[in-house]
């Protein structure tokens, strides 16, 4: 979560349509994140021929709870702010996924991110069902104690439906470990007890993993070397460009960096940022981290962040919010892979333009799993009470990144499909296939 405030994404997801769906100034309608979760579903349903009635199950979250959280603020007032968290399907384990603030959370959204959880924790096939927890704020407004107020009403009014064998949050837009530590301190408080093993992405020095921070970065790069590979494309001096500089984007960047690739313009909410020679991630970083946004860091040129998306470029990855990559500028995209690291950045009708110009999509439900993944190695440590060396977290990570992406690879081949309808079809079959022998479903 960055610190600065009055961050122009916290008006402009309102305004794009990402979280409700909307008209955007051209006139096309974006779809919402339900939407576009709910089609892509029916596409992989139609192509695994699934019985319209578990379609509908599978539709549908298994459990939802709306709060409200009274927090005093510094001068005095109560405030109510609104709170969800969503439990999509529980068939294959516990419901995980993480816990994003922003004053556009919806309903909708947060079903459509605890349906996307589903489908993820399936890809990678980790023992978890789908979740998402969302509150209705600006934090960036908010002072440290009413943050952690809020935080805590919040773990306080969940706590009826989470805990580690019913359902784990965890980090999403907006929110970080600090955050993750509040949830654990709230949960274990009322239990009597220390309960790490309730929420994921903690600090380290209060029963997080090494490695969780730079889990979902390291696996999108991962997936764009697995892509790379298979496309005769050498990432050794490929051009990169990163749409969103927070958690995903910045980790993402570093390791595409790392692999010798050249990061040539990256954007955060307020700017974007273009230099042909290259940017220095590690110095994005420090900058970002010192002052809050990439606004002033010294490049070549600078654009509007959503101008970024159009640089030319051998991987893209859009890695801010929903709906960014729509049927109004798939066209003009120019990157041979899409990682998506944010989850649903592209549309179901963005999808169908890049595929028919040859852009491979590599799916938000692989492409940004590696954060899921680490956060599972975390709650097995925690339950455990037995910590793992940061090698060992990596060196695991990247086994089950690259398993998981045969998988996705290999099932797309076989259903002649593109890569998000073969993740899609690989995780509904095997979430179908739990509810048939659990018969969830008579
Ligand atoms: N944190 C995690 O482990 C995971 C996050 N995700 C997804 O990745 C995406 C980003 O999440 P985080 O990095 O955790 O959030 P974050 O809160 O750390 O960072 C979000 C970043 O996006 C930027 N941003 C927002 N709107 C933008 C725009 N229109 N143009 C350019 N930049 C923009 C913000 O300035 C910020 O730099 C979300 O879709 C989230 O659901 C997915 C899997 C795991
Ligand atoms: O780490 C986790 O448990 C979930 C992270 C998340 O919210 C996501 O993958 O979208």
Redesign the pocket.
């Known amino acids: 979560?960055?610190t600065t405030s009055s961050?122009?994404?916290l008006r402009?997801?309102a305004t794009?349509g990402a979280a409700d769906g909307a008209e955007r100034t051209s006139g096309a309608r974006v779809p919402s994140a339900l939407e576009m979760a709910v089609t892509q579903l029916r596409r992989a349903a139609s192509l695994l021929g699934l019985d319209a009635g578990l379609v509908k199950y599978l539709e549908t979250p298994k459990r939802v709870l709306t709060v409200s959280i009274p927090v005093r603020m510094d001068d005095g007032r109560l405030e109510v702010f609104t709170g969800y968290r969503v439990q999509h399907s529980l068939a294959r384990g516990p419901a995980k996924g993480?816990i994003?603030y922003h004053p556009a959370v919806t309903l909708d959204e947060v079903t459509a991110?605890a349906m996307w959880m589903t489908w993820?924790c399936a890809v990678l096939n980790l023992p978890f069902g789908g979740g998402k927890g969302g509150v209705v704020c600006d934090p960036r407004a908010l002072s440290p104690r009413e943050l952690e107020q809020l935080t805590r009403r919040f773990t306080a009014e969940i706590s009826v439906i989470i805990g580690p064998d019913r359902d784990i949050p965890?980090?999403?837009?907006?929110?970080?470990p600090q955050v993750m530590a509040w949830i654990m301190d709230t949960y274990s408080m009322q239990q009597g007890h220390p309960v790490p093993a309730v929420v994921t992405?903690k600090p380290v020095e209060v029963g997080g993993s090494l490695g969780?921070e730079q889990?979902?970065?390291r696996g999108c790069a991962i997936c764009a070397e697995e892509a790379a590979r298979r496309l005769g494309l050498d990432l050794r001096g490929a051009r990169v460009v990163v749409?969103?500089?927070?958690?995903?984007?910045?980790y993402a960047a570093l390791h595409l960096e790392r692999m010798g690739a050249r990061v040539v313009a990256v954007?955060?909410?307020?700017v974007?940022l273009l230099d042909e020679r290259g940017l220095s991630v590690s110095e994005l970083i420090a900058y970002?981290k010192a002052q809050g946004?990439?606004r002033g860091f010294d490049a070549a040129s600078t654009l509007a962040?959503?101008a970024?998306l159009q640089v030319p470029c051998d991987v893209l990855v859009p890695?801010?919010?929903?709906g960014?990559i729509t049927a109004d500028n798939a066209e003009r995209i120019r990157a041979r892979i899409v990682v998506e690291?944010?989850?649903?950045?592209v549309t179901p009708e963005a999808d169908e333009i890049l595929a028919r110009r040859g852009v491979t999509v590599i799916p938000?439900i692989l492409a940004?799993?590696?954060?899921?993944t680490v956060?599972y190695f975390e709650w097995v440590q925690g339950l455990q009470e037995f910590f793992w060396p940061e090698e060992q977290v990596d060196r695991e990570l990247s086994r089950r990144m690259r398993q998981s992406f045969d998988d996705v690879w290999a099932t797309a081949r076989r259903l002649e499909t593109d890569l998000r309808t073969g993740a899609m079809a690989l995780a509904v079959s095997r979430v179908a296939e739990a509810v048939r022998l659990r018969g969830i479903y008579p």
Request: glycine share 18%; net charge negative.
């Open positions: 979560m960055e961050d122009p994404t402009s997801v794009n993480g994003r991110l993820k965890a980090p999403d837009v907006y929110t970080n992405g969780r889990a979902t970065g749409q969103g500089f927070g958690n995903v984007g910045r954007s955060d909410s307020r974007g970002k946004s990439l962040p959503e970024v890695a801010a919010l929903e960014a690291g944010a989850n649903g950045p938000d940004n799993a590696g954060g899921v956060s």
